[in-house]
């Protein structure tokens, strides 16, 4: 019983609770630089590394931290876990970093993080928080990964990771591969067809569920 | 006693009459009525001709335009079929008839130019019915014109697509480029250029290069008034919109000179979409205001609106795009209007439209002001140089366009003045600060002092451009140099010149004047110090000066 | 009242201290690759402004006499290879003349710049005549009345030269990447 309801802490992160198609958050990051599979990847790391060492540490002093002063304190957990991320960045993929310099640094006040932190590290235990922070930073990062899928292979036609070029559907240089598609513009038109899919994904088993009863 | 009578019908709820044969369908079929003359001209300018003339042996050339046209009708009206049976959608096909799916697809065919490849025409019609119609609720739902919200889809993303593709066959061998082209770059210009092209009844009737179907404003004026007698749309949208952008660009033709020439407004007006988009798109029932003060105000701010665009952005056509815009508005205004109908309140009216007329006449002016002329400067090049022996002052001729102009400096090269008044401004001063800089003098006489029968000169030089200036003092007696000392701190050796030297050698400026005062008749016999070419050369170089200073006053 | 608010000041002071230290901690792992980075780049792109760099990894040695110091590459904007940059440093006059010299991936020699050397000869306005010149054939002429020093250069010329013919080959599997 116990181990069927870690699990879930897991898994509500990836589909029922997922932090960009159920709750929302985290919108800004996802439009921004999804243009291209690397940097979802890359975001995706840094958000993990983040989230699970703040839940985790949020979560072991719970208890001494008074319930008045939560938020600064989180805030400045979560914020030397960013700063750790940045530098190391900027040491090791300089290149990615000055992509994605200014929304590393905006982690900090992404909603995801202080969400998770507030609303279950700090009232569960370490390895629920990590289980849960380890859930939800996975299904952002799914998340990201099929919409920066479709933004780079319609927009350029290929996938370049760590400057080799991974796959390559545009061999004939059509043009039908714009660059609209990684263009802002297409990010919001993108993500609100991913979000719409996911709801009538929900919709249709809520409908099956109550047909079945 | 009458029943009520309940008329469940789609919006836009118009009521023409009690009469069964008035309606938003029968509305709908006269807006198409209205599109086939200038279909058919579109096909005639653009196919047939063409193919008579022998320009295009191809049939498919010659059927293109009517291709375009049904194609994006049948792509659109299948986008909606599909749809529909994805939402499980019972009787799709009594829902596909009072929903007109076809109309934005052939709108959209319209628009887009003749040489439009056909599957960006399919996929502009997709884009714009889904996500400008269907995702909205469909019919009598959407916000923004389907048509062009795939308009705008299919220029952004497949630029390239469009825009070489704008002539047909027959245009590829006489014109250049459309004239909304030649008049977004040129605004002074640019109509004389059109004009000599194309007399302006061409422009009118709409024999000009342009879109398939959208050049011809002759026959959307037909179509304008077919439509008005048959009460399927207002004119007000119309006919203010057209006036506004006409008033508009008269102004903006009176600042570049052509106050007395209507002509410089109506080629503007005749050419591109205006008329199209004004009869066909501003008037949507749907999409635009349903009050006629609504209208009103809606039109007068498509027709700003589509100035700013046409001259402040580099957009050649701003139809589209203040249509646009101002979808998003429809229901502030209509609201605005319609609050202002019933308001008790007269101030609060008049505050508003004051708001709105100031509006109006800001976005007004600020694209009005995009074609003023501006100040064109004339290239500037360096012509001589040379001190004047009076002053000291250093006089810089330059060549301006055809004049020359001399520009006075200081020996600190900060400009003194300039002899031409018209080019004594802030801009041209920058360009000769800049030319001055590039040819500073490499030797002058810094000043002079007579000290009894001494005439001391005080001479600079230097090397080359990056060196400071040598300093040297000449005293001249009865015409003969009988003192010289040199500064050479400036020249950025220490001790050891060049590794040729050696301070055996010694330093020029201890061992070259004397050699100088010893040779000044032949300055050419003075030998320089060995490995200190260079710097020996100034100090010699400044004798000449000096020298040659004296003859001339000599004279 | 006052009780907890000190309680909570030090808390918060506590919590900040200990996450200073962490961040220090790790900028001084991160922060030396950083600098290094950043120097290098800002000296290369005084003397050939170009968009990226990366050092060649060869074991290069940056105090080594007579001999080929370091070599980068530049990248233009769209992170494609446009030329290498050679640090050399040969015996000139009374020491040791380091140069820079820049070989686009065509072949032909961009420029050759003095950049270091107690030597009181300054060579850094001169340029040696050298740009434009292919690899195959040039032909460096030392600038008169400064032999020695502008051999110095020459010599480090005709070591980039060698070793730019011997890579030439292999140029373009170079990538901005990795």
Wanted: hydrophobic share 45%; aromatic share 12%; glycine share 8%.
């Amino acid at each position: 019983m116990k181990d069927n309801s870690k699990l879930l802490n897991f898994t509500k992160g990836l589909w029922k609770e997922n932090p960009i198609l159920v709750t929302m958050l985290g919108l800004c990051p996802t439009l921004a630089i999804t243009y291209k599979v690397e940097n979802a990847l890359g975001m995706g790391l840094a958000v993990l590394f983040v989230l699970v060492m703040s839940n985790l540490i949020i979560s072991l002093i719970r208890h001494i931290v008074p319930d008045e002063i939560r938020i600064p304190i989180f805030i400045v957990v979560i914020a030397t876990f960013v700063s750790i991320v940045e530098m190391v960045m900027e040491a090791f993929v300089p290149d990615l970093f000055e992509r994605m310099s200014l929304f590393i640094s905006l982690i900090v006040v992404n909603c995801i993080i202080l969400g998770r932190a507030e609303a279950f590290a700090s009232k569960h235990n370490w390895l629920d928080s990590i289980l849960d922070a380890l859930g939800m930073a996975l299904g952002f990062t799914l998340v990201l990964i099929v919409i920066s899928l479709i933004r780079e292979v319609l927009g350029t036609g290929s996938i370049t990771i760590w400057g080799n070029l991974a796959i390559n559907f545009n061999k004939n240089n059509s043009p039908f591969f714009s660059n609209f598609f990684v263009s802002p513009p297409a990010a919001f038109i993108i993500l609100g067809l991913i979000l719409a899919g996911s709801k009538a994904i929900n919709a249709a088993k809520a409908a099956r569920e109550v047909k079945s009863k | 006693m009458s029943t009520q009578n309940f008329v469940l019908d789609k919006a836009p709820y118009i009521r023409k009459a009690d009469n069964k044969g008035y309606g938003t369908a029968v509305m709908m079929r006269d807006f198409l009525i209205a599109l086939l003359p200038l279909i058919l001209f579109a096909w005639v300018k653009n196919g047939l001709l063409p193919y008579i003339n022998m320009d295009t042996f191809s049939i498919w050339d010659m059927l293109r335009p009517l291709l375009l046209v049904i194609i994006g009708a049948a792509t659109s009206y299948l986008t909606e079929l599909v749809f529909y049976l994805l939402r499980g959608e019972k009787k799709v096909f009594r829902k596909l008839m009072v929903s007109f799916p076809a109309i934005p697809g052939i709108l959209l065919a319209m628009i887009l130019p003749y040489g439009t490849p056909y599957w960006v025409l399919v996929l502009g019609a997709i884009f714009g019915t889904f996500f400008g119609k269907l995702v909205f609720g469909g019919f009598g739902n959407n916000i923004f014109n389907p048509a062009l919200v795939g308009y705008i889809f299919v220029t952004t993303a497949f630029t390239s697509q469009i825009l070489p593709n704008y002539l047909n066959p027959s245009e590829y061998f006489t014109a250049g480029a459309t004239p909304m082209a030649t008049l977004g770059s040129d605004f002074a210009n640019g109509v004389p250029t059109i004009l000599s092209d194309y007399p302006l009844w061409k422009i009118f009737v709409g024999l000009v290069p342009g879109a398939l179907a959208e050049t011809s404003a002759l026959l959307c004026l037909v179509a304008l008034v077919y439509l008005l007698v048959r009460k399927v749309i207002n004119w007000r949208i119309p006919v203010i919109y057209i006036a506004t952008v006409f008033v508009l660009t008269y102004v903006i033709g009176a600042f570049n000179g052509y106050a007395a020439d209507i002509k410089y407004s109506l080629t503007y007006i005749f050419s591109g979409a205006l008329f199209f988009g004004a009869v066909f798109m501003a008037t949507e029932p749907v999409t635009s205001p349903r009050s006629p003060n609504g209208k009103v105000i809606y039109a007068l701010f498509l027709g700003v609106l589509t100035v700013l665009f046409r001259y402040r952005s580099s957009m050649p056509e701003g139809v589209a795009t203040s249509i646009l815009l101002m979808n998003c508005f429809t229901v502030i205004v209509d609201r605005l209007a319609a609050g202002l109908r019933v308001a008790a309140n007269k101030k609060k009216v008049i505050v508003t439209y004051a708001v709105v007329g100031l509006l109006v006449l800001g976005i007004g002016a600020y694209g009005v002001s995009a074609a003023v002329p501006k100040e064109v400067m004339e290239e500037v090049t360096y012509k001589e140089q040379v001190q004047d022996l009076d002053t000291f002052d250093f006089q810089y001729t330059f060549t301006v366009g055809e004049k020359d102009v001399t520009v006075i400096t200081g020996q600190d090269y900060q400009i003194k003045s300039v002899s031409d008044a018209t080019y004594d401004t802030d801009k041209y001063r920058e360009k000769f600060a800049e030319l001055i800089g590039k040819h500073k003098f490499s030797g002058y006489i810094a000043s002079k002092t007579v000290e009894g029968a001494d005439t001391i000169l005080v001479v600079k030089t230097k090397r080359s451009a990056g060196r400071e200036y040598v300093t040297s003092t000449i005293t001249f007696t009865a015409g003969q140099i009988t003192a010289f000392t040199a500064d050479t701190a400036g020249e950025d050796y220490n001790d050891s010149y060049n590794e040729g030297w050696q301070e055996a050698n010694g330093h020029p400026k201890d061992i070259i004047p004397g050699r100088i005062i010893a040779n000044q008749d032949d300055l050419d016999a003075v030998q320089p110090v060995t490995g200190a070419t260079d710097t020996s050369n100034i100090l010699i170089q400044a004798a000449r000066l000096a020298i040659a200073y004296m003859e001339a006053q000599d004279e | 009242m006052n009780k907890s608010i000190f309680k909570y000041a030090l808390l918060l002071v506590a919590i900040c201290a200990i996450s200073g230290l962490l961040l220090a901690g790790v900028n001084m792992i991160t922060a030396p690759i950083i600098g290094s980075r950043n120097q290098i780049n800002e000296k290369l792109e005084q003397y050939y402004p170009y968009a990226y760099y990366k050092q060649a990894d060869d074991g290069s040695n940056e105090v080594a006499e007579n001999a080929i110091q370091a070599y980068y590459y530049a990248f233009d904007e769209n992170k494609n290879l446009a030329a290498v940059i050679y640090q050399t440093s040969f015996l000139g006059f009374k020491s040791q003349i380091v140069a820079l010299i820049s070989i686009k991936v065509d072949g032909t020699v961009e420029n050759a710049k003095m950049i270091g050397g107690k030597d009181d000869y300054s060579l850094s306005d001169h340029d040696f005549e050298i740009a434009g010149e292919s690899v195959d054939s040039y032909d460096y002429t030392p600038k008169s009345g400064a032999t020695k020093t502008s051999g110095g250069v020459g010599a480090g010329i005709d070591a980039a030269i060698n070793h730019f013919k011997s890579i030439k080959d292999s140029l373009g599997g170079v990538s901005y990447e990795g």
